[in-house]
């Protein structure tokens, strides 16, 4: 396998794994044993290594001594710091790019929208909600704290599976709110409804955070 072909397959197993820890699959603490995995995934344990590192810099999985991995653990810190990021920059992305959404982007949007209403699939509905956000921040002009912002929203997306299974609809109407602003060149409207956005996730998501379960242990009644 040449250094292309690793490459692919390493991003190959780190969407598989990630898939896994949202989905709630890969609990918070599990063990990542690289010779099971690659015998699940029928890969060498060259890319699932890769794909650790890969995933440990996102903020995914911790890597230990002795080739170790496991579930970087949910907190209720860790959720705190990234929504204070989030919403101190995300509004003001979308304000800098209201003027540089063309009619294609909106369409793109939209259909991005359509594809994330119709996805029952965890993974899915979390990829397309992230393209949206991307589609918006990218016309910013921003590239550098765009680049910043998706490596956070991808660390927040363990959490914002919480908020898909509990407000799944209102998260879609949100949006819908959010693409109608952006498309009628609202920018006070728009700040406003991407911040309450951001914020209704965090008030859904805190309160349960303390209490998802590690691997091992029982959920918390």
């Known amino acids: 396998m040449d250094m292309s072909e690793t490459r692919t397959a390493g991003q190959a197993a780190a969407r598989l794994i990630r898939d896994k820890i949202f989905t ?34 996102e903020g995914f999985v911790e890597l230990r001594a002795h080739a170790t991995a496991s579930v970087t653990p949910l ?11 989030r919403t101190a920059l995300e509004p003001h992305l979308c304000v ?12 793109e949007m939209e259909a991005t929208l359509d594809a994330m209403e119709a996805d029952p699939d965890i993974p899915g509905w979390l990829r397309a909600n992230n393209r949206f956000h991307q589609l918006i921040y990218g016309a910013s002009g921003r590239n550098r704290t765009v ?3 998706n490596s956070i929203r991808r660390q927040t997306d363990r959490y ?12 879609e109407l949100e949006h819908r709110m959010i693409l109608e602003a952006a498309r009628r060149g609202q920018e006070k409207r728009l700040h406003g409804l991407v911040l309450a956005h951001l914020s209704a ?4 998501i805190a309160p349960l955070t303390e209490s998802i379960p590690a691997a091992g242990e029982e959920p918390l009644a």
Do not use: C, H, K, W
């Not at 063990?31 to 690659?38: F, H, P, W, Y």
């Not at 800098?96 to 369409?107: Q, T, V, W, Y």
């Open 24 to 57: 709630g699959e890969l609990p918070s603490g599990a063990g990542l044993n690289q010779a099971e995995l690659a015998r699940e995934f029928g890969m060498s344990r060259i890319p699932i290594r890769d794909a650790l590192q890969s995933l440990a810099a």
């Open 75 to 85: 907190g209720i810190d860790d959720l705190r710091e990234l929504y204070e990021i």
């Open 96 to 107: 800098l790019a209201i003027g540089n959404l063309d009619a294609d982007r909106f369409d």
């Open 147 to 149: 680049d910043f912002i």
């Open 160 to 171: 914002t599976r919480i908020y898909y299974t509990l407000d799944r609809e209102v998260a």
């Open 201 to 204: 996730g965090y008030e859904t």
